[in-house]
C-alpha cells in the first residue's frame, strides 16, 4: 500500500514538473538593429478631457475667469484671454511631441542601458545582441542620409534570431513621463512583454534591466561544467527552487525526478558562478543536503554543515540536480 501511495505522489510530482523557461531554449538572441515604436493614445489628454467630470470643468472654467476679471481683464476679454491660452499650451505640446525623435531616442537610450547593464554584470555569454549584417560603408551611407538602420530586404538575415518592437504613450499627469512597452519575438515563436513608464531619456533603463534578468538569469532544466562532468540543474518539482521544512522531503522530492539534492561543493560552485552565469545563488539561508542535513552559509562556525536538528520550524529551500550521463531510467523513490 505504501509504494502504490509513493508511485502517486511520484506521479503527480512529475506531472507539475516545470517546464524549460521559453527564453532558455535560445542560447542567443540576436535582434534587429531598428526597433519600430508606435505611439500610442496621448493619456496627458486623455485624463486631462476625460478625468473629470463637466461639472467640475465648468467650475474650474468660471474660477479662472474670476481670476483674470481680479487681475485686472475686462469681463468682455477674459473668455478670449483663456481661448488664447489653452491653445498657446496645444502648441507648445504639439511641438514637443510632433516629428520623428521619440522613437529614435527609444531606441538609442535602451541599446546604451542594455550594454550599460551588461558592462555591470560581466556575464560569461551575452544572451542578447543585435544583428547587423549591413557594412560599415553601408552604414555610413545610411546615416548620412539621416535614415533609420537596418532594412529587412536588403540584405541576408540568415543570423537573426529575433524581431523587437515597442509603444510608447505620454502619461497621465502630464509631468513629462511616458509609459514605454517593448516586445520581443523570437524565431522560436516565443513572445516576451515589458513595460516601464518614466522621462523619456532613462525609461528604457528599466526595461533593459527586465531583458537583460528574463534572459541571463538561470532557467531549468540548464547544465554546466562541474570537475570535469556535465551537471544538469533541474530545479524543485513544480517550481524554480522548492522550500520545505524537512531535508528528508526535499531528498524525496528530488528521487522522485530522477534526481538527487546538490553536494555542499556544488552548491559553492553554483553560487559562485551566479545568477547570470548559469548558477545560483546560495549564500543566504538554509539550504537542503541528503542524510538530513543543511548547508547553512551564514553560520560557518565551526562548520556550515549542521544537523536539522539544531533548527526549530526551518525553511529550507533546495533545488535538484543530476549528472547529465547515466541518468535513470526508471523512477524510485519511497518516503
Not at 478631457?49 to 474660477?63: E, I, K, L, P
Not at 531616442?105 to 543585435?130: I, M, N
Not at 515589458?194 to 538569469?217: D, L, T
Request: aromatic letters at 8%.
Amino acid at each position: 500500500m505504501m509504494r502504490n501511495v509513493s508511485l502517486i505522489f511520484c506521479g503527480a510530482v512529475l506531472g507539475g514538473q516545470a517546464l524549460a523557461d521559453p527564453s532558455h531554449s535560445a542560447a542567443h538572441v540576436a535582434l534587429w538593429p531598428t526597433i519600430p515604436f508606435v505611439r500610442g493614445q496621448d493619456l496627458c489628454q486623455y485624463q486631462d478631457a476625460y478625468g473629470r467630470t463637466r461639472a467640475q470643468q465648468a467650475s474650474d472654467m468660471v474660477r479662472l475667469l474670476g481670476d483674470l476679471i481680479r487681475a485686472g481683464a475686462e469681463p468682455k476679454q477674459a473668455p478670449e484671454l483663456l481661448q488664447t491660452l489653452d491653445s498657446l499650451i496645444d502648441q507648445g505640446r504639439q511641438r514637443a511631441t510632433g516629428g520623428f525623435g521619440m522613437d529614435v531616442l527609444l531606441e538609442g537610450s535602451f541599446k546604451a542601458a542594455l550594454d550599460r547593464v551588461y558592462e555591470l554584470h560581466h556575464p560569461q555569454v551575452r544572451k542578447v545582441s543585435f544583428f547587423n549584417p549591413t557594412a560599415l560603408s553601408e552604414l555610413v551611407r545610411v546615416l548620412r542620409a539621416q535614415q533609420r538602420q537596418g532594412s529587412l530586404e536588403a540584405k541576408p538575415i540568415e543570423g537573426l534570431t529575433g524581431m523587437a518592437w515597442g509603444t510608447y504613450s505620454f502619461s497621465p499627469g502630464c509631468k513629462g513621463d511616458v509609459l514605454v512597452t517593448l516586445h520581443l519575438e523570437t524565431q522560436t515563436g516565443h513572445s516576451f512583454n515589458y513595460q516601464a513608464r518614466g522621462i523619456p531619456e532613462s525609461v528604457m533603463g528599466q526595461i533593459a534591466y527586465q531583458v537583460f534578468s528574463q534572459f541571463q538569469k538561470t532557467h531549468f532544466p540548464s547544465q554546466v561544467t562541474y570537475q570535469g562532468k556535465t551537471l544538469e540543474l533541474l530545479g524543485a518539482p513544480g517550481n524554480v527552487l522548492g522550500t520545505t521544512n524537512s531535508p528528508r522531503k526535499a531528498q524525496f522530492a528530488c528521487e522522485c525526478i530522477q534526481a538527487r539534492l546538490p553536494t555542499v561543493g556544488e552548491y559553492i560552485y553554483l553560487n559562485e558562478l551566479g545568477d547570470w552565469n548559469g548558477g545560483v545563488r546560495s549564500d543566504k539561508g538554509l539550504w537542503a543536503l541528503s542524510q538530513e542535513r543543511v548547508m547553512a552559509p551564514e553560520m560557518p562556525n565551526p562548520s556550515m554543515v549542521r544537523s536539522i536538528k539544531e533548527f526549530q520550524s526551518p525553511e529550507i529551500r533546495y533545488f535538484c540536480v543530476r549528472h547529465a550521463i547515466g541518468k535513470k531510467t526508471a523512477t524510485q523513490c519511497s518516503p
